[in-house]
Structures are given as structure tokens and as C-alpha cells.
């Protein structure tokens, strides 16, 4: 089949690989019918990342199951399914709980990034313990929502709900990429009353309005959230973007009581914490990985219900083929780009 | 002063009755600029609350401070105001939390209701305890809201709060009267996917539909929520009528650990509770009266910001002199009245 | 083997029944180590609980695992395990929670009482989906800690975990039984300040003191909770009877916005209840069924670790063969009966 | 009258000093019945705290109403009271509600630390805000257990409280002087299974076995978490130094998806935080200075009650005459000393 792989910095190519197989009687074997490229897939991209070259990646993707192990029981061949993108052993205590990140066996692992989970950026892929990682797709929800539904939108949801938001709350949300914009569409959900939106790029900011935030240029947002807020900091702040520097806003932005929740992936071994701010603060602060089935139950029906609409981050519609070219495009920000939708057809 | 006083049960009249004089140092006297009928003012128009003849009556107004007592501290003369229709001591640890309907002292009473508290549809009432009772009217909020604030809009989201909503949930709202559609816009705040939305009126559906809930005519109720849960029941209803047969639907209609929220007025000293069926169902009941102040740190942003926009339930706008005929139109259900403003100079 | 069978009203009788033989390669065969009776089981003895005469009767019990099915993964031969009283699927998405008792494919049943599901006061039980219903007995839980686990440790629990306790809090349990008095044990993990326990029986007041509680005389329960709480009520309300006199004490001695956890098995189709009183009050009232397994997560560390050590409500130890007559002294309340632990080998 | 008085790192004298004066009509002048020397007070004989010299020193202390101001309500001149070591402005939203220590105006001050608030390691004190930073101390409640109530006991609560626990946890407290201590008795409060407490010194491990916590010598610490929790984790961790390297040590021993509570004093102004960790982990972190009066409502009951006994924190009592050697004592830890209480008479 055809996928992308990884060959080294800078170097992901489109080309032929053996077709996957299925590891055991709980994995089932899914046809991609869509794939996305994630913001993190450009930490692999530049290399930062400890992955295998000759490795198929993407964690992002839908399509239809064509084989199903023996012990499969809850997926049948036909169904038009959403993978999640994060795996576990599928059997622990936190598992059956969809908290797959959380893996009491320590197995947790990401598509086209552990060196034994090919992705899905490509035309097939075998999905281990098909039972808890696959949900069919239903009625209402279309297939660019299901791969929304597979990573990015559960992290921007889980952003705003690890930020303890309340009604009448004012929201800051840092960083207007596509992970952002759904932290500002998930934050409308907990009853925000306001949520500004930081960003640097104007284009962002215009869609971060368009979406319901309150746009805030990077270089105004020291003033504007003490003018907004009466001096007092923001209630909540959401970090998506991952740098120290944006962290230490984050701390430096919210009210004291309030809570600071980083969705931006930060892998620093040692970031300088300003801990006396902290502790003046009385700070929570909270940083993870998403556990991508344990939101599914909340997310599903909103996306189905049409009351959470998060297709509007995708900005690009290109073909499997053309995949070299869009992470090129992707990692040099240019034309606008938000988020990549492959197609395997093409 | 003009004003609308009752005289016995069905006879609302207009008339002269004295200026309203401040009764301490911590009163301030309010010029009323718009005033609202309540649903249950109507309880009282029927004669079927222990009114004295000669009382004014209106527990939903707004207006502009006139005069203050020497330790009023919060509320300046001039300002343009909203008055919480229910008070207490505001005194005790409950009502310095804005929990007035817990009063520790036990001196919770409703404008227009208790003996000795007259009123806002009328052209000036006298507010006890302002510093507590009163708020300034802010920016980006309308007088019309601002009549919402002090009661029906605070009930209809304590309807939604007490309902445990999570997001996802499926939320059925038993009325579609004006506290029904509040906690309709309100279950919106807490992530509700679906909110169905009872009632037997064709154009008060219509209304619950142009608001974002899905209409479901009361004959076809049980139907409907049978077939859209599976057969498992709501998560959350919310009931706002108050009649012992809406509340055992609510009852009957929700899942197991569910949770049924009743902000429908219902005054039995008895009502029979299928307490079989709610043992069953490890249900969780809630009934009460709404903590008016309490409610609005959360509610006064979300109106300023624009994300809560509740004067869509105001139909009909008259003058304080066609009060009567208010009442009458009313309690008669006639014109398509859902809820009524009135103009003390007209 | 010998079991307890049931014969009509009053009519309990030990006697040899065919082994019983697991349905599935799901289940698995338990030897009984130990069981208990149950105060549920008096409903049943009593005959008001349609209950097929024939039937192997008792819900509390612990064993040695002799034989499982091909399909059960966490339950081995030789365990020594804990079986939950009520089960449900097994497979649904609250069976795997350990939500049994609200089975999304009502398939609910409590041992003794479903007619195809023979119960525990017996030599032998076949147990359906024993990967979801068994546990273990863990180091540092004795044999009659562990029959407590299996229902009714977990019902005291449920009561107080219902009951909202926040630190500090001024509770009441209405019942010094067994039930109550677990529902005492439980309340102080929650922080309870002070646990006032009412009854009408001497030695059951002198055991919830000796428990912790304070001891309330029923005839003096209205005056003493009054005069301890200042006029104010009860934070908290835990009621373990059941009959409809004490739910409605349970609001009556409850403070504004305070909570009533039913645990008491009321199973009448219609109480008067005082929805007046509750809306004044801002009642949350709630009463269910206990999810056992649920529970265990909490429950089993805090039995072997000696924070709660539920065993001083056995008051009598008998072996299989005083069944019957241990159901008459039960019955009878005779001889400071609280709770009966039956040894299957005698 | 005399105080304890600083001038200079280690160099805290008791003199001669003018009475302290009531600044407004909101005050109360205190006569000192009971002061204590606070951890904190070390940071600051140590010279690591920007104080005056001439600074009467001391945040925790009792005594009697000598004097009230004209606006004080609910303090009278007789009553023996405890006081908040910390205050704000008294009238604010928050401070109303007792979270002295984020007052929306900005003037949170700690007694003796601020440099116009004269301390309570003195005969007397001159507090303003009275009626919000003043309790009349309850029957059943202790001088020494009163004493507690200032500070340090709240300081244990909410490390506990901020903690997360949940019945049948596993939770860890990182040092064993009295704040470990009071934390320890504190996460009994919220149902935790086990607490294991860490420190180096043979004597405190002791005491925190004695008071119902898990002993574990620091060097054996990493060992024994890992053993007890089968390698996941402690499912909260409570620090009560205050170090860089313990902080560390707590994000370390914590489950995925568990919580650090941090109440040591840590003021740096960056700390090396593993954020990788943190993100692998899903961490909730908290630090902040605790809100003393917000905590007495829960505290209160419980210590009257008898539910909790933290004066065995107390292994010295000395006249405030030896004050000097009782800072000096106290800073180099010696002949067991973990708290010390000053008599002002002696």
C-alpha cells in the first residue's frame, strides 16, 4: 500500500510499504478513508522526536473495518469507524475506562510514533484491541468531524475541562492554532462568559472571532487581561502552544485562586517555574496527555447534535500523494495553513 | 405614587397608594423604570397565596437609587439598578453568600409576597438591606435583562445548575413557558447536547426551537425520549411547571442515576412519590427556592458578554396604568403572552 | 449440597438441593466459606417479595473459587474472592464500571431473590460473569470483613457518600441496625464532625456510641437535633429504616440546602411526601440501589488497611444447619440480634 | 508592654515596647493569652525575609477583647477568641468569604510579617477588620487547640484539601514536623487508606505513627512507594517542606493523573520543574498560602467535637520571657522540639 513514512529530519516520503497486518485476535484491520496531520506530527517532523525512520506515521484517521480478530466484539466489518489516536493495553483498570494514557501495564502508545504502531497516514492500518481504541461513526457526524474526534478536538476539550471553568468565568485561551480554536470551542461548553484568544497571526485571530472568542494580539495581552479583568488576572488560562515562555504568561495571567491548563506540548526536562509566584497565586496547574475514548461519551453527541462544529480548523484538502508537500507547507506556515486533511484515494 | 395593588383573589388594581419610605439606615429607596409580571404572581391573582388585601404587589424590577440610608455602602444614589426579588437578613453567614432563601435568621421574604414588603410594580419600592439586595446595572447589560436578573432568569438556571448536566448529556425540560426556556438557554451553558423541550403549545414550541431546543409535543413525549435514549431515559429533567403529574414524568423519564430538577412552583403539603420507582432508579430529586444574589457573579457576565441572551421571552410591553388587563391577559393565556414588561410611566 | 431454601411466609428451611452447575464460560463455581443474612432477606421471609418458593435464598457471601469458565480472565481456581450480592451484564458500559445495578440492558438480579440466580446460604453458588461480580480477598481482610464487602459495608457506604458531607458537617443516621451503623463508619472518611445516631433500642444507641456517634433516643431525636444545630437542621440526613415515618423525619430535621440519603429499602409505590417543605427547604433528596462493585476501589483498601473495620455488627455466629432458626431470632430481633454469620460447614 | 521583637537575622529579643492602639472604628485590641512560633517564623529569624527591625514578631495567637471599635459587630469586649494570622481588607468578595489571602484590594497581610501589623508574640494586639479576622473561641475547643487554629492546623487542612483525596487512596506527606503532621491528621479527614509520612528523623517518623500514618525513613522512601503502589504511584502526594529537591521528590512518587499538594514555603522565584514528567503523568499541581478563616467552619466543629486533636504537635511551652531561647532552640532543632507555646504572663 501507500503511505508516509519518516526517513529522518525534514525527510517524509510517499511511497510503498507492506500492507499492515493484524497482531492478534483483538485487532482489527481499518481501510483510512481520511487521515490529518497534527501540530505534534511536526515535532517528529523536525526531528525532535526519537522515531524510527522507515516508520508509516499519522495518528489521526477513520475508515472502514475490513477484518476483525476472533475476540473483536464490539466492531464489525463495514462499519465506518474512528480510531483513537493514542492507545492501551485495552484490558487494565484504566483502560476499560478509555484513560489509555494512564495504562497500568504502561503501554500506552501513539500512532506512527511508538516503533511498533505504524500510523495512519496512509491507505491501511491494524488497529491493536479494537474493542476499546474503535467507535463506529454515528449518524450526524461527518467524516472530517470523526477525524477531528480521533485526537485534536478530545485535547482542546480536555484543555477546558482540566481548567475548572464555571459559569460567568473569563477565559484565556493562548495560542489561536487549530488546537487552540478548539479549546476556545470547548470552553463555550463549561458556560464561559468570555474567552480571549492570543495569538500573533492576525488570520488566526480574525477565525478565533469568527468562532466566538475575543481576538487579542500577542503584543496587547499584558494590558488588555488587566484592563478586562479589573487588574485581578483571568479566571481560567489554557496554554496551546507548548513553549516555556508561554507557560510563564500562563501563571503570570491568571487570577490568584484561578487555574492554569497546558494542552501545548511542553518536553522540557526542566522548565524554570516561578514558584513563588505560584505559591503567592494560589496556583493550580495542570499538564497532560489526553485520554482520548474516556472523552468520546461527552464528545460524540455534541459533535452529532451539531452543538460543537470543529471542522472549521481544517484549511487544506490534499491527497495521500501530495503528503510530502503538505508537511512542507504545514511547517513553514505558509498560505494560511491551519490543519491538513489527506485523502488516501488520491 | 401609582401602583398595582391586590385586592382579593382575580382583582389587581391600579391606584394611588403612599410614597414608600426606606425603614432603616441600611434601606435605599428605588424609582422603578420597568417592572415584570412573574408566573407566580399569578399563584397570588388566583388567590391561592395568604396575600393581605392592600399589599403592592411585583417581586421583578429595576430602577434608578434615589436615596440611600447612612450604611448602605455598596449602592450610591443615581445608579441604575437591579434588585433581587427575594431577600433575608443580610446579615447572617448565608446571606452574605447571596443564599437569601437560607436566611439563618429566618427572615427570607419575596417582594410583593411578604406583609411588610410592598412591591416593584409600582413607580418606587423601598429595598432593605441594599447593600445586599441591589447591583448596579453594568455595561452591555439592557434594562430589559436587567428585569430577567432578578428572578425568572436567576430560577431558570438554578434549574439547570441543580440538574448535574454534564457535558454530552441529553436534557429534557418539561414547560416551555418563560422559566422553561430560561433553563433551556441555561442547560446550554452546561454542555447539554440535546435538550428536548415538553409543552402542548404549538407556538411556545416554536419559540423552545428557535432557541436551539428540540420541540417534543406532550402527547408524543414518552415516545420521543423512550426512542432517543435507547429506551435508557434522560440523563437530566429539569421540570417548570409544578403540577404533582409533571413531576412524576420528570420522575419517570429520566435514567438510572440520573437527576430530576423541579423549579416549577408546586406548594402540596403532599404529594404521592413513587418512591419504588426512585429507589430503582438511584435517583437524585432536587426542589427549591433560587438564592437570587448568589446566582450572579455567574449570571451578569454571561449577559454583558452577550452569551446569554434572555429578553427573547418578553411578548407584550405595557404601561403600569394597564396593569389590570395585564394580569387578566395573562392568567388567561390569551395573545400568545409568555411574559410581560411593565412601564411605571405609562 | 445443603442450601436455605424458601418455602412461602415464615417458612425457611435447610435441605439438600441439586449442586448448582455454571451457566457460561463466564462463570465460575464458588464453594461458600461464609455467608450472612441480610436485613433485605426479612422481606423475603416475611413474604413480601415475590420470590419463587424453591429458591436457594442469601446475597452476602464469600468462598473458594472451584471451577471457571474458558472466558474468565481475572478470577483463578483456589482464590479465595468476595462476589458482589447484585450483578448485572457484566459487559455494558456500566456493568464494566461496576454500575451493576443500572445494567443498560436491565439485566439487574441479586442473589436469592432473582428466580434464576440460587443464592449464597448454601454449600455452593454458580456465579455469571464472574470477571465483573468476584474479587479477591486481599491480605489484611479477614472472612467476615469480607462478607461485609459483598453488600451491605457497601450500602452504608453508598448512604454516606449520597449524603454530600463536606468536613465539619453535623450528620444524622436514622437506624442504629447493621446498615446504620456502617452508615456511622462510613460518614467519618467524610469528615463528619459530629454523627448523631437515632433509635428506639437501648443496646443499639450504646453500640453507635461505642461506634463513634452520638446516641439520640428517638422520643428525644426532635428536640436534641434542634437544639444541637442551633434551629438550623441537620447538614446531612442518612435515613436506614426505610418506612415512610422516618423519610419524612429525614426532611423534617435536613437544613436549608442541606441533603437526605436514603438507604432504607422503601419499596411503596406511592409516599405522601411534603413538596412544599422541600422547596422551601432546597432539598436534595436521594435513595438507590448500592452498585457494590463500584465501590470496592474504595472500600477494599480502607478494610485492609484497618481504617474501617466494619466486623463488631456480627452479633451471632451459627453454622448452615441453624438457618432456620437463625431467621426466626432475626425476625424476632431476639437476644441483641444485629447481623447472623451462617457457616456452611456446620 | 513586652513583646519578642526583630532586629536582625538571628537576633530576636524580648523588650519593652509602647501598647499597641486600634487604628480604626473596625478594630479590636487583643490581650495574648497564647502565642506559638511558626515554621515561617524561622525563614524570617533567619534573616530570609525582608522584615524591619523593631518589628514586634508573631502570627499565631489567642486571648481576650479588650477594646472594640464603634463598627465592630460580632466581637465583644470579654470574649476569648482566636484570630486569622492572616487578613485582608475585610470587605471584599473574597474576603467576605474568608479567602483573606487573595483580597481583590490587594492589602493581604500576615501578622507580625507586614510591616504595620505588629505581631502576637507580645501581651497584647492591636487587629483590624476585627468582626472577619476574629472568632469567639467555642466550648469544647482548647487554648492550645485554639492557638493551632490561627495557622498552621488550617495550613495542613489545605494541603489535604487541595490534595484531591478520595476515600481508599493512597497518600503520601513529605516531612513530619508539625504542618506534615496536621496534614496527615487532615487526609484522615477525606477518607484516605493509607499515609505514608517521609522524613529523616527517627522521632517524628515515631509521633507520625503514633497519630495513624505509615513511618517511612527518607532514605527508603522511593523503595517502599514503589513496593506499596505497585509501581504506579501514590495517588496524592502532600509536600510539607518546602525545597526545591522535595518538590521534586512529590511530582516523582504521584500516579498519573494524581495530585501534588504543595504547603511547604517555597519563595523562589524559579524552580527547575520536569515538565516532560509532568505531561507523561497528567499532573495536578497546587501551592498556595492558606485562607485561614474560609477553613474555620469545617475546623471548628471538628476540633470541638473531638474529632480532631492536633495539640499534640505542641512539645514545648515557655514563658514569652524565654522567647529568644525559644527561637534559638527551635532553629537548631534541638531536644526534640517540633512546636513551642509562649505564655505572655511568664
Not at 472502514?64 to 469507524?81: L, Q
Not at 450526524?140 to 475541562?161: C, N, W
Not at 484549511?315 to 495521500?320: D, F, I, Q, S
Request: proline share 8%.
Amino acid at each position: 500500500m501507500k503511505a508516509l513514512v519518516y526517513h529522518g529530519k525534514e525527510d517524509m516520503r510517499v511511497e510503498s510499504v507492506p500492507d499492515p497486518t493484524p497482531r492478534d485476535a483483538r485487532s482489527a484491520l481499518v481501510k483510512v478513508e481520511r487521515a490529518a496531520i497534527c501540530g505534534s506530527d511536526l515535532h517528529l517532523y523536525h526531528g525532535d522526536m526519537p522515531v524510527p525512520p522507515g516508520l508509516v506515521v499519522g495518528h489521526e484517521f477513520v475508515g472502514e473495518v475490513m477484518e476483525t480478530g476472533s475476540d473483536v466484539a464490539n466492531v464489525r466489518v463495514g462499519d465506518h469507524v474512528l480510531v483513537s489516536g493514542v492507545i492501551g493495553c485495552g484490558q487494565c483498570k484504566r483502560c476499560v475506562r478509555g484513560e489509555v494514557v494512564r495504562c497500568e501495564r504502561k503501554q500506552t502508545q501513539v500512532f506512527g510514533v511508538g516503533p511498533d504502531l505504524p500510523g495512519g497516514q496512509a491507505e491501511a492500518v491494524a488497529v491493536p484491541g479494537a474493542d476499546h481504541a474503535i467507535r463506529p461513526i454515528p449518524e450526524g457526524v461527518s467524516v472530517e468531524q470523526a477525524v477531528l474526534l480521533t485526537d485534536i478536538l478530545p485535547t482542546g476539550y480536555f484543555g477546558a475541562r482540566n481548567a475548572d471553568i464555571e459559569p460567568g468565568d473569563t477565559v484565556v485561551v493562548i495560542g489561536a492554532g487549530p488546537v487552540g480554536l478548539l479549546a476556545l470551542l470547548s470552553a463555550q461548553l463549561f458556560g464561559a462568559a468570555r474567552i480571549l484568544v492570543v495569538d500573533r497571526v492576525p488570520e488566526r485571530l480574525a477565525l478565533a472571532k469568527e468562532l466566538g472568542g475575543i481576538p487579542v494580539p500577542a503584543a496587547e495581552a499584558d494590558a488588555t487581561i488587566a484592563e478586562l479583568t479589573n487588574e485581578q488576572g483571568a479566571d481560567r488560562v489554557i496554554e496551546a502552544v507548548g513553549s516555556d515562555a508561554t507557560i510563564l504568561k500562563a501563571i503570570d495571567w491568571v487570577r490568584p485562586a484561578g487555574t492554569v491548563s497546558v494542552i501545548g506540548v511542553n518536553t522540557s526536562p526542566s522548565v524554570p517555574f516561578p514558584m513563588v509566584l505560584a505559591l503567592m497565586k494560589d496556583l493550580t496547574f495542570r499538564i497532560g496527555l489526553v485520554p482520548v475514548p474516556e472523552l468520546w461519551p461527552a464528545l460524540i453527541p455534541l459533535v452529532a447534535s451539531g452543538r460543537l462544529q470543529p471542522e472549521r480548523v481544517f484549511t487544506h484538502r490534499m491527497g495521500l500523494s501530495e503528503g510530502a508537500e503538505a508537511y512542507r507547507l504545514f511547517s513553514a506556515r505558509e498560505d494560511g495553513i491551519l490543519k491538513v486533511l489527506l485523502d488516501p484515494s488520491r
